[in-house]
């Protein structure tokens, strides 16, 4: 079973009083891993966003060793569609540079890679890690991965509405058609549902539902109906 978290509190939080590395904590309590890593960058003012809930002396150590610069689990992952696993990138030439100062920390080494796509184009980044066995890791990963695609896009439209000039300009043109399938969609209802509710074809619901994931930059239904409540065009279900 898929585990959740709400993904509406930092969107109803006021800016000045979000908590993005106790919103990471409460990630990693609620799905079972030990550490959660988010960066991006922002486009309109340059600024660079990162938020972790790695220990202190790592922290002083990466930034310290510049190792922001080399890590695969920043950089090759960013040029990634998908979810990328941490041990497909065993074979980048920087990989033992970042993660044989990890295993001397006694930090992690499985993880993966949630890239987030955004309105601009920009590129956001999701991680998290755990210590447990490779049989284990793949049942978790599994069970996780589509929560972590989802909080990946909460997490970096929260962080990217901060600037209130790239909130305005990142309001995607959704017609009104389908913002309301969206809308039912967040309900719960199935495309045969909204077909029915509507009076049109479940195909032609499910043409809107695809053009709204375009839109949004979105790979998926859920992550579509996560920004669409993250930007304020619909309301949470």
């Known amino acids: ?26 990630l990693c309590d609620t799905l079972g891993v030990e550490h959660a890593t988010y960066f991006a960058a922002n486009p309109i003012s340059g600024k660079m966003h990162g938020f972790t809930t790695y220990p202190d002396d790592w922290k002083s ?48 080494e499985r993880g993966v890679t949630v890239p987030i796509r955004g309105m601009f184009g920009e590129i956001g980044l999701l991680c998290a890690c755990s210590s447990v066995p490779q049989a284990e890791w793949i049942k978790l990963k599994r069970d996780i991965l589509g929560s972590l695609l989802n909080n990946a896009v909460h997490l970096h439209d929260a962080v990217m509405n901060s600037d209130p000039l790239l909130k305005t300009l990142r309001q995607p043109k959704l017609s009104s058609r389908e913002i309301e399938i969206l809308q039912w969609v967040a309900a719960g209802k199935s495309q045969q549902d ?44």
Request: glycine share 4%; charged share 25%.
């Open 1 to 26: 079973m898929q585990k959740r978290i709400d993904l509406i509190d930092l969107a109803s939080t006021p800016e000045c009083q979000r908590d993005y590395v106790g919103h990471l904590n409460k």
């Open 194 to 237: 909204i077909g029915d509710i509507l009076m049109i074809s479940s195909r032609t619901v499910e043409v809107h539902v695809r053009s709204t994931r375009e839109k949004l930059c979105t790979i998926s239904t859920a992550q579509a109906v996560g920004r669409a409540v993250s930007l304020g065009l619909i309301y949470p279900g």
């Open 61 to 108: 150590h990466y930034v310290a060793n510049r190792l922001q610069e080399y890590d695969p689990t920043l950089n090759s992952a960013s040029r990634s569609v998908a979810p990328v696993d941490w041990q497909r990138l065993m074979r980048d030439p920087n990989y033992d540079r970042v993660f044989k100062d990890a295993h001397d920390f006694k930090l992690p």
